[in-house]
């Protein structure tokens, strides 16, 4: 992690945020956000329920149009054109080309279920990137296997485990190549033991130095996976550092609360810790 954290700080931001606004009606979401996401950075989005994690990952890929602000990608502005609360993206073909290269991880998996878990990680490279099949399936077979579920690659989503469903789509974001993942509360669905398991194949991820922008409400996690952390409060940046500096020199009486309060709530959980303890022994 030191050395891929090293390494990026010689690198231009895949992921350039600028004083990002996003209101929904009267409630402004998000005020002014600014940061940045450079090659092989893990960078954890944190706080409580309603500072604006979510939106401001979403803004990333254009899932919501910012009000004002802008986002670039590998140092290219994506394009919007007119005002809030009517701003659009500007040109269609340059949002599906960069979309194209971001992978996006849900909360709640959004697999097809009319497709196997194989053909749900082929159908974008072959109909987005208009890769050739036998590429596709090599790689798409590759992706299953890295995240442990090569024997599910038949099977429908109906048949697998919340788990393993979260698996398969992270396999189907890897199978685009991306030049950056993007996680939304990828284990919020489900219970500590299946939980476990996509944290694991995340902090793989993590370890081969991809660039990475995940909203987590694990706050043990945020710490060993992350270069970086950022703790939004009320739509702003409340505090930002490295896990050594948010999580053990807090300054912001804000976090310390919220992290009190996360602390009390992971220590009265079963498995809290499993996966540290696999990565202490590891």
């Not at 350039?16 to 893990?42: C, M, P, Q, W």
């Not at 590998?74 to 009517?86: F, K, N, Q, S, V």
């Not at 099949?133 to 599910?152: H, N, T």
């Not at 919340?162 to 030049?179: D, S, T």
Request: glycine fraction near 8%.
């Amino acid at each position: 992690m030191a050395q891929a954290k090293a390494a990026a700080e010689n690198k231009l931001p895949v992921v350039a945020i600028r004083d990002l606004h996003k209101s929904f009606g009267a409630l402004d979401v998000l005020k002014g956000i600014s940061f940045t996401a450079r090659e092989g950075e893990v960078v954890s989005l944190i706080g409580s329920s309603g500072s604006g994690k979510s939106t401001l990952l979403r803004c990333i890929n254009m899932l919501e149009v910012p009000d004002s602000g802008t986002v670039s990608i590998d140092g290219e502005e994506i394009l919007l054109r007119g005002t809030a609360p009517h701003r659009q993206i500007g040109d269609e073909h340059q949002i599906r080309r960069i979309r194209s290269e971001l992978g996006m991880v849900f909360q709640s998996f959004n697999l097809w279920a009319h497709l196997t878990i194989l053909e749900n990680v082929m159908e974008a490279p072959l109909i987005v990137q208009k890769r050739g099949r036998e590429e596709v399936e090599q790689a798409a077979r590759a992706m299953l296997a890295k995240v442990g579920i090569a024997e599910k690659a038949d099977a429908y989503p109906a048949q697998l485990s919340g788990g393993q469903q979260q698996r398969a789509a992270i396999a189907r974001a890897l199978c685009i190549n991306p030049r950056v993942m993007l996680f939304d509360e990828p284990t919020s669905a489900l219970d500590p033991e299946l939980e476990v398991e996509v944290l694991r194949v995340i902090k793989v991820l993590a370890d081969e130095g991809r660039t990475m922008v995940l909203v987590t409400h694990d706050m043990e996690f945020a710490r060993s996976v992350s270069d970086r952390v950022i703790f939004l409060h009320q739509g702003a940046i409340e505090e930002q550092g490295t896990p050594d500096e948010v999580f053990g020199a807090t300054k912001s009486p804000r976090l310390k609360q919220f992290l009190n309060a996360a602390n009390h709530d992971q220590a009265t959980r079963p498995d809290t810790g499993l996966l540290q303890a696999e990565q202490t022994q590891a």
